[in-house]
């Protein structure tokens, strides 16, 4: 595809089930990030992977979250035993390589509403 | 933490008007990206100015960058309607240059 997809775009949950978001990251780039954005707020980072690096867990805000990322390209988000606070619009990006003044391009998101 | 704060939060201006909005951080950048969300979509990349320019224009987009203020403007001149977004600052720290800061954003309002 021309961009960065994500999926699925809205998802619904009940307080206490995991879910899982899915990232696919523009053919070629090897830097793909997470991002959260709560409603009214800015994008807060989750994690960051480079290429065959191990991942930078720094802005995973508890360990009930972690990332996957199979094979250079696709990556999960997994949130497990979610809370309302959790709801939030989750955002992914993918760029050519990391480091100085690479863009980032961004996918639609996926809305996540815990009840 | 390192983050840019944007101002106003919102902004509602006529079209046809220019509209300006700030950006301030807090730490030595590398360089400094501004993006813009439409509602309900992803982020588009718009400009990214590096730490040793203090201008940079793209189209009606002008960006400013005073490294001795932490500061940053963008300033879109005639603006349409279709300008409608919400504009963020994102700043990379010098020394954690994988990771973005992203700000809360100017909401701005075009009005035809």
């Known amino acids: 595809g021309a961009g960065v997809s994500q999926s699925p775009s809205n998802k619904v949950t009940e307080k206490g089930k995991d879910v899982e978001l899915r990232c696919d990251p523009i053919?070629?780039?090897?830097?793909l990030y997470w991002y959260r954005q709560s409603l009214g707020q800015g994008l807060e980072f989750l994690i960051y992977f480079q290429g065959n690096s191990a991942p930078d867990k720094s802005g995973l805000p508890s360990d009930r979250f972690s990332a996957e990322r199979t094979g250079g390209s696709v990556s999960t988000l997994t949130i497990q035993r979610t809370q309302q606070e959790d709801s939030a619009v989750y955002l992914c990006a993918s760029s050519y390589q990391s480091g100085i003044g690479e863009t980032q391009y961004f996918g639609p998101g996926t809305r996540l509403l815990v009840l | 933490s390192q983050q840019g704060e944007e101002d106003p939060q919102a902004l509602s201006i006529q079209e046809g008007e220019n509209a300006t909005m700030n950006c301030s951080y807090k730490?030595?950048?590398?360089?400094l990206q501004w993006y813009r969300q439409n509602s309900g979509r992803g982020l588009v990349h718009l400009i990214l100015?590096?730490?040793?320019?203090r201008e940079k224009h793209s189209g009606r987009l002008r960006v400013t960058l005073d490294t001795s203020k932490k500061s940053s403007s963008l300033l879109i001149t005639a603006s349409r309607a279709a300008d409608t977004a919400s504009y963020f600052c994102a700043t990379d720290a010098r020394d954690t240059g994988n990771q973005f800061y992203f700000g809360t954003g100017t909401s701005l309002t075009v009005i035809p």
């Open positions: 100015i590096r730490s040793n320019e």
């Open positions: 053919s070629g780039h090897t830097a």
């Open positions: 730490t030595s950048i590398n360089n």
